[in-house]
């Protein structure tokens, strides 16, 4: 089973500010299987970046994704109020799924 | 519109059964793979497995192989999750999730969660 793991654990930037998250597989995935989401507190995680650098419907275009093979990068151009959240990397190879164990973005 | 909603928070006791729902509307139930997912307090994301409600192809994750089981009913659009026992410590938020895999794979809608909580 692929094994993802996100950096840094926690990030603390103020609004404006550039937001860099990593993503780095145990082994090679395919960058169409490779996906991003954010969850805020009480809320059901949202789809924000799949097959590793398009944007989901609706998903403003601050957020942009990047990479291949184990190394992936969620970037956020400018941080808004409303981006502090937790943010998940997932994967999908063989029927198996699974999820980085998260990036919290908070308020400086 | 793409909807997924799940039935209500739970209480139980430990060793008791227990099944939750997921609905879908606004799309082809029977197209689309439906996966689970367990967020523990304060923790992380956590697959759990997934089914084709077409032909009720189920796949698990290791981790949740024999601990739970998923079905689903084609006919009324709904997707199950069920423990035969429940331990304290499933105790979590469940989550269902529509999953898209055409060229790539991803979960495009998600229910909005079932809290389950396992307390004597």
């Known amino acids: 089973e692929i094994v993802l793991t996100q950096s840094p654990g926690t990030l603390s930037l103020s609004p404006g500010e550039r937001a860099t998250l990593s993503c780095r597989a145990s082994q090679s995935v395919s960058s169409s299987y490779l996906a991003w989401y954010q969850q805020k507190p009480g809320q059901a995680p949202r789809l924000l970046i799949y097959g590793a650098s398009s944007r989901a419907t609706g998903i403003p275009d601050r957020f942009s994704g990047s990479g291949s093979g184990t190394d992936f990068t969620l970037t956020i151009s400018r941080l808004e109020p409303e981006d502090f959240a937790v943010y998940y990397c997932?994967?999908?190879?063989?029927?198996?799924?699974?999820f980085g164990q998260g990036t919290k973005v908070e308020i400086k | 519109e793409v909807q997924l909603v799940q039935s209500g928070a739970e209480v139980k006791k430990p060793g008791e059964s227990l099944k939750i729902s997921c609905k879908g509307s606004g799309y082809s139930f029977t197209s689309y793979w439906i996966g689970w997912v367990r967020q523990m307090a304060g923790k992380g994301l956590e697959w759990m497995g997934i089914i084709y409600p077409g032909n009720s192809e189920t796949r698990y994750s290791p981790s949740f192989q024999g601990q739970v089981t998923i079905s689903a009913d084609k006919s009324i659009s709904t997707a199950y999750l069920q423990w035969s026992s429940l331990k304290a410590s499933d105790t979590a938020i469940y989550y269902c999730?529509?999953?898209?895999?055409?060229?790539?794979?991803?979960?495009?809608?998600w229910g909005q969660g079932t809290l389950v909580t396992v307390s004597s």
């Open positions: 999730a529509r999953l898209y895999c055409g060229g790539s794979c991803y979960s495009d809608s």
């Open positions: 997932q994967q999908y190879d063989s029927s198996s799924w699974t």
